[in-house]
């Protein structure tokens, strides 16, 4: 069973910049494309980015042009840097990996993103 632990989230003010990082147990994203979703209280989880094997990306419109999705070398890590953050971005932030568009490991605990000021 893949692992994927989630870090980098904290408070930032309006404007500012944060980098999430996605660690798994294994170097999954050779072969499975990476997401990274948000869920904000009383909200679903829903899909921000998503970064395929070919290196292909996707962003909600909400946040294109401010958050970007990448992968190591080692394919074994997702980040996604957050820049011009707003308070509607607030949120804890997941990652899993896809198969056909589908998440199909175990959730982990996530990332608070707060952005305020």
């Known amino acids: 069973q893949v692992q994927l632990v989630e870090s980098g989230g904290g408070l930032v003010q309006p404007g500012g910049s944060l980098r999430l990082s996605c660690v798994a147990s294994a170097s999954v994203f050779n072969f499975y494309a990476g997401g990274w979703y948000r869920q904000a209280p009383g909200k679903q989880r829903d899909l921000v980015a998503r970064?395929?094997?070919?290196?292909?990306?996707y962003y909600a419109d909400s946040v294109k042009g401010r958050f970007t999705i990448s992968t190591d070398n080692a394919k074994s890590t997702v980040y996604l840097q957050l820049n011009n953050l707003k308070p509607e971005d607030t949120a804890v932030y997941y990652c899993?990996?896809?198969?056909?568009?589908?998440?199909?490991?175990?959730w982990g605990q996530g990332t608070q993103v707060t952005v305020s000021s």
């Open positions: 899993n990996r896809l198969s056909a568009g589908t998440p199909i490991s175990s």
């Open positions: 970064i395929g094997t070919g290196g292909e990306t």
